[in-house]
């Protein structure tokens, strides 16, 4: 049995947000440092900003560079850059600096993970926009995640609130072009990649629930035949490759089936359909998870919060959860590598 503790790069996330206080938060829990190896990777201005703000002074062990890397029981790793040139970003603003900052940070633990010192990377909420000014150049921060590590084929953003996990068949592209993006192979590989990554986690057999695009599903062809002509076969196949999927069904009640026990997994057609349903079943803890990456790559299902940014309140409970998850899936990495 392999019993090394896994390695787990931390970013504050967007410095003007509430990232860098709800990383410290979670640092500064004893259990969490015990539970894994922790490379921070930070800028000094912003670190020392948030440990001022949450009265937390993190027990640390400072490096110069990856080359350097090494850990301690119960301290932290940090790699400090400075990215801000000694400066404090204006709170609750996107700006070039902030989203350079937290950019970079994300270039580093990328770079840690290519080199095999990283089986996980945990995120405080970043900003999408400031992330752009900062040097971001594809769609989100997964698909710059994909290319970096040079993963081919199909990665989906999952989103999980307690025991409910969802993944879905388009993004974050405009609702005007989703029935067009929406093809058997799409949801094959969102039911594959869903599947996969639950079985990881633990669940030897996951129960998966596939949306139909339409109102009611459908409702028999009259509201489009994308269900009857798309999302049916394609939920046929995978049932073919020995995945328990179901469906499609009614994108209205799905969730209630789901919250009731039903299902391990809803695959949705577009960005808002589980989002928001998700959202309202537990937004305080919901998780974010990277999937079809080498390594696991999550995050809390909050963003960076920029209203109440430096009030010392963000609640970390859903980073927590996430953190929990990336130490699983991380361990279970290591587990199959050790005895393959």
Same mark, same amino acid.
């Given at each position: 049995? +392999?019993?090394?503790?896994?390695?787990?790069?931390?970013?504050?996330?967007?410095?003007?947000?509430?990232?860098?206080?709800?990383?410290?938060?979670?640092?500064?829990?004893?259990?969490?440092? +015990?539970?894994? +190896?922790?490379?921070?990777?930070?800028? *000094?201005?912003?670190?020392? %900003?948030?440990?001022?703000?949450?009265?937390?002074?993190?027990?640390?062990?400072?490096?110069? /560079?990856?080359?350097?890397?090494?850990?301690?029981? #119960?301290?932290?790793?940090?790699?400090? $850059?400075?990215?801000?040139?000694?400066?404090?970003?204006?709170?609750?603003?996107?700006?070039?600096?902030?989203?350079?900052?937290?950019?970079?940070?994300?270039? @580093?633990?990328? $770079?840690?993970?290519?080199? !095999?010192?990283?089986?996980?990377?945990?995120?405080?909420?970043?900003?999408?926009? /400031?992330?752009?000014?900062?040097?971001?150049?594809?769609?989100?921060?997964?698909?710059? &995640?994909?290319?970096?590590?040079?993963?081919?084929?199909?990665?989906?953003?999952?989103?999980?609130?307690?025991?409910?996990?969802?993944?879905?068949?388009?993004?974050?592209?405009?609702?005007?072009?989703?029935? %067009?993006?929406?093809?058997? $192979?799409?949801?094959?590989?969102?039911?594959?990649?869903?599947?996969?990554?639950?079985?990881?986690? !633990? &669940?030897?057999?996951?129960?998966?629930?596939?949306? #139909?695009?339409? *109102?009611?599903?459908?409702?028999?062809?009259?509201? !489009?035949? $994308?269900? &009857?002509?798309?999302?049916? =076969?394609?939920?046929?196949?995978?049932?073919?490759?020995?995945? %328990?999927?179901?469906? *499609?069904?009614?994108?209205? @009640?799905?969730?209630?089936?789901?919250?009731?026990?039903?299902?391990?997994?809803?695959?949705?057609?577009?960005?808002?359909?589980?989002?928001?349903?998700?959202?309202?079943?537990?937004?305080?803890?919901?998780?974010?998870?990277?999937?079809?990456? =080498?390594?696991?790559?999550?995050?809390?299902?909050?963003?960076?919060?920029? %209203?109440?940014?430096?009030?010392?309140?963000?609640?970390?409970?859903?980073?927590?959860?996430?953190?929990?998850?990336?130490?699983?899936?991380?361990?279970?990495?290591?587990?199959?590598?050790?005895?393959?």
């Amino acid at each position: 049995m +392999n019993t090394k503790r896994p390695r787990l790069a931390v970013l504050l996330g967007d410095p003007a947000g509430v990232g860098p206080e709800m990383a410290v938060k979670l640092l500064g829990r004893e259990q969490n440092r +015990n539970a894994a +190896n922790l490379l921070l990777i930070a800028d *000094p201005v912003v670190l020392a %900003d948030a440990q001022r703000l949450t009265g937390i002074e993190l027990p640390t062990l400072a490096i110069k /560079s990856l080359d350097d890397i090494r850990y301690e029981p #119960g301290r932290v790793t940090v790699l400090e $850059e400075n990215w801000l040139d000694g400066k404090s970003p204006p709170l609750g603003e996107c700006t070039l600096e902030a989203g350079r900052a937290s950019f970079q940070a994300l270039e @580093t633990a990328l $770079e840690a993970v290519k080199r !095999g010192l990283c089986d996980g990377i945990i995120f405080a909420p970043l900003n999408k926009h /400031s992330l752009r000014l900062g040097g971001l150049t594809e769609e989100d921060e997964l698909r710059h &995640i994909q290319k970096s590590l040079q993963v081919p084929g199909f990665v989906c953003e999952f989103n999980i609130t307690g025991h409910l996990w969802t993944s879905r068949v388009t993004s974050h592209v405009p609702i005007r072009e989703v029935a %067009d993006l929406i093809t058997q $192979e799409g949801i094959c590989d969102a039911v594959k990649i869903i599947d996969a990554a639950l079985r990881q986690s !633990g &669940i030897a057999k996951p129960r998966i629930a596939v949306s #139909g695009l339409n *109102p009611h599903a459908g409702d028999g062809g009259s509201i !489009g035949m $994308e269900e &009857i002509e798309i999302i049916e =076969p394609a939920v046929k196949k995978a049932q073919s490759m020995g995945m %328990d999927a179901r469906g *499609p069904y009614s994108p209205d @009640t799905i969730f209630i089936a789901a919250r009731r026990g039903d299902f391990d997994a809803i695959v949705s057609m577009y960005h808002d359909q589980g989002q928001i349903a998700m959202k309202l079943i537990g937004f305080d803890h919901g998780v974010t998870l990277h999937g079809g990456l =080498p390594v696991p790559v999550v995050t809390s299902a909050s963003g960076s919060a920029f %209203d109440i940014a430096g009030k010392g309140i963000a609640n970390i409970e859903g980073l927590q959860q996430a953190f929990d998850l990336c130490v699983r899936m991380s361990g279970s990495l290591q587990t199959n590598t050790a005895s393959a």
